[in-house]
C-alpha cells in the first residue's frame, strides 16, 4: 500500500527566511509525487509534481522540491518566505508500478505559518 | 473560466434528508474524482469516473452515489444524511486516470448535516 507521511503538523517561518515542509513516502514500485496548497476556505492549488528526471522540480510561486530516492522524501522548499505563502499544504504520492496506481494517496496536511 | 466548478458552495441540512452535489469540468478531461475531507482536513478518494464509467468506488457507504451523465460532469447524490457526512467534499479532474497525470480540484462544497 502507498503512504505519505507528513512529519509536521505546523511549521512556523519568520517572513524572507527559507522554508522547508518535509513529505517522505512509501511505494512499492516508481513515485510520483506530488505537492498542493489549500488556502482558508478554498480548493486544493497544484504547486509542483515530480515524475522522472531531475531531481529538483520547480513548481508555481517560487517553491521547489527535491526528490530523494535514497531518504523516500520529497520535501517542499522556498528561499524567501512570503506572508501570503501561508497555507496548509499537502503532499500526495501515487504508485507507478501499476499496483494501486488510479489513487492519489494524500499526507495530512501541512499548516505553515509566515510571520510577518 | 472556472476550470473544475461545484454547487452549491455551502449545503446544510437535517439528518435523513437527501441531497446531491454537482460538479463540472471545463477542461476537457476524461478523468473526474471525489475526495472527501473531514474535519481534520484529511484528504481521502471515495470515487473515478473515467470517460462515465466508475474506476475508483472506495469504501464509502452505499448512501453515496455518484453519476457522470457525461465526461464533463460528475454528481454526488447523498440518501439519509448522516452527522457523520459532514465534510468538505472536493470534486478533481485530471486529463487521464494515468498515474503521472495532474489532478485539479475544485473549490470545494461544505456540507453541514444538522
Known amino acids: 500500500a502507498q503512504s505519505v507521511a507528513q512529519p509536521e503538523d505546523q511549521v512556523n517561518v519568520a517572513e524572507g527566511n527559507p522554508l522547508t515542509v518535509k513529505c517522505t513516502y512509501s511505494?512499492?514500485?516508481?513515485?510520483?509525487l506530488f505537492w498542493y496548497v489549500q488556502y482558508p476556505n478554498r480548493g486544493l492549488q497544484f504547486l509542483l509534481k515530480y515524475i522522472t528526471g531531475d531531481n529538483l522540480v520547480k513548481g508555481s510561486y517560487g517553491f521547489e522540491a527535491e526528490f530523494n530516492k535514497s531518504q523516500t522524501s520529497f520535501h517542499l522548499k522556498k528561499p524567501s518566505a512570503l506572508v501570503s505563502d501561508s497555507a496548509l499544504y499537502f503532499c500526495?504520492?501515487?504508485?507507478?508500478?501499476?499496483?494501486?496506481?488510479?489513487?492519489?494517496?494524500f499526507g495530512k496536511g501541512t499548516k505553515l505559518s509566515v510571520i510577518p | 473560466d472556472t476550470a473544475v466548478s461545484q454547487t452549491p458552495k455551502y449545503l446544510v441540512t437535517q439528518m435523513g434528508n437527501d441531497k446531491s452535489i454537482k460538479c463540472e469540468q471545463n477542461l476537457g478531461h476524461d478523468t473526474m474524482y471525489w475526495y472527501k475531507q473531514d474535519s481534520k482536513k484529511f484528504l481521502k478518494i471515495m470515487f473515478s469516473y473515467n470517460n462515465k464509467e466508475l474506476i475508483i468506488n472506495e469504501t464509502v457507504p452505499n448512501r453515496f452515489s455518484p453519476k457522470s451523465p457525461d465526461k464533463a460532469h460528475l454528481n454526488l447524490h447523498i440518501n439519509s444524511l448522516e452527522l457523520g457526512d459532514s465534510a468538505v467534499y472536493f470534486c478533481?479532474?485530471?486529463?487521464?486516470?494515468?498515474?503521472?497525470?495532474?489532478?485539479?480540484f475544485g473549490p470545494g462544497t461544505r456540507l453541514t448535516v444538522l
Open positions: 511505494v512499492s514500485g516508481n513515485p510520483y
Open positions: 478533481a479532474s485530471s486529463q487521464t486516470f494515468t498515474s503521472t497525470d495532474t489532478q485539479y
Open positions: 500526495a504520492v501515487r504508485d507507478g508500478s501499476g499496483a494501486g496506481s488510479y489513487q492519489l494517496t
